[in-house]
């Protein structure tokens, strides 16, 4: 046994262990594709069986109600009203089966359904792709409404193009949200909690603040020094981007943002171009988040920087979504 193992044996083990690992991956995956063509066919058969595809929403409710409650006693769990109702949507959504992803599992599809407005819809489903998000993390995204507040930083054609696309990262401006969404954190803003609190919760849920943050953040370090005549500085979040090559400083502030802010973080970014950029790297970018701002003084405090430096709010609660469609909708109609 000694003589075996001594022949790449261990090698060995972990070859086979590996080629089980992808053929279970890949009978998942082919299990999962069988199963949303499987309840595209059934949503094509309600749809069909509804007066020759004719939606009739009151006819099509105690259909749904009946056959739930037939398939049910006859096939067991996974038929109730809301999943048929999922099914004949995906139907109508897709009306090529040559359209579904093979990416995408049923509980994919099903969170995506819920997605009533055609551009949001579009957009989460090329982005889950994309990004190949979990079910929790697509969830996570629609509630907290990344479509709206990606798409009003856009012009109208920018709206079309993200929807049909997905978020493209190309320039520094790509990867900029206002506002963030720090839900997960669990903070209320009255609670008697500091902004170095915010940082720590923020990397005690590094995962989420990444997902919130977008594709291509990675996390280099907090309370990173800088120090300029023997004085030191502290910047609160360093990340590196890995599509735009390049530092991404972040500083947080519980308050409103001000002028003495954004003078503290053009230091910082001037420092960072002079004393930790590479040649391959491109200039740092600079996000200043706090729970408030005024945008004419904000306009006037950046007036004149040449360095990339941005303010952005960020929300402790989920925001509402309907306000932004609403600002959304009169942003495609204008």
């Known amino acids: 046994m000694s003589t075996i193992k ?73 038929f109730s009203r809301s999943n048929l109702q999922n099914m004949r949507l995906l139907y109508l959504k897709f009306p090529k089966s040559q359209t579904l992803s093979g990416k995408l599992s049923w509980s994919h599809y099903a969170e995506l359904l819920s997605v009533s ?10 982005q889950t792709e994309i990004d190949n998000w979990s079910v929790r993390e697509l969830k996570r995204q629609i509630q907290s409404a990344l479509f709206e507040r990606i798409a009003l930083s856009k012009n ?7 929807a049909k696309n997905g978020q493209q990262i190309s320039q520094t401006k790509d990867i900029v949200k206002d506002p963030y969404v720090f839900e ?42 800088i120090t300029l005549d023997n004085t ?30 954004v003078g503290q973080m053009n230091l910082y970014l001037n420092y ?3 004393e930790e950029n590479m040649e391959s790297d491109n ?31 960020y929300e402790l609660h989920l925001p509402n979504k309907a306000v932004l469609q609403e600002e959304m909708h009169k942003l495609l109609n204008h």
């Open 156 to 162: 109208k054609e920018g709206v079309l193009a993200l």
């Open 272 to 274: 960072f171009s002079s």
């Open 6 to 78: 001594n022949n790449n044996y261990s090698h060995l083990v972990a070859r086979i262990g590996g080629l089980l690992e992808l053929g279970k991956q890949k009978a998942f995956q082919k299990v999962n594709t069988i199963l949303v063509e499987t309840y595209w066919q059934i949503g094509k058969q309600i749809v069909e069986f509804e007066q020759n595809g004719a939606e009739r929403a009151v006819y099509g409710a105690e259909l749904l109600k009946t056959m739930s409650k037939d398939l049910k006693a006859t096939f067991g769990k996974g």
């Open 283 to 313: 200039p740092p970018i600079g996000i200043i988040l706090g729970a408030d701002k005024n945008d004419i003084l904000i306009e006037y405090a950046t007036a004149g920087i040449t360095n990339q430096l941005f303010v952005s709010k």
């Open 184 to 225: 997960f954190l669990q903070l209320e803003e009255k609670d008697q909690w500091l902004e170095r609190d915010l940082e720590n919760a923020l990397i005690d849920k590094l995962g989420q603040f990444l997902l919130e943050l977008g594709k291509g953040f990675a996390f280099m370090g907090k309370q990173y020094r």
């Open 232 to 261: 030191h500085f502290y910047v609160d979040l360093v990340f590196y981007h890995r599509i735009l090559k390049c530092f991404v400083l972040i500083d947080l502030k519980k308050g409103k943002v001000n002028h003495q802010d």
């Open 117 to 126: 407005d055609d551009l949001a819809f579009s957009f989460y489903l090329k």
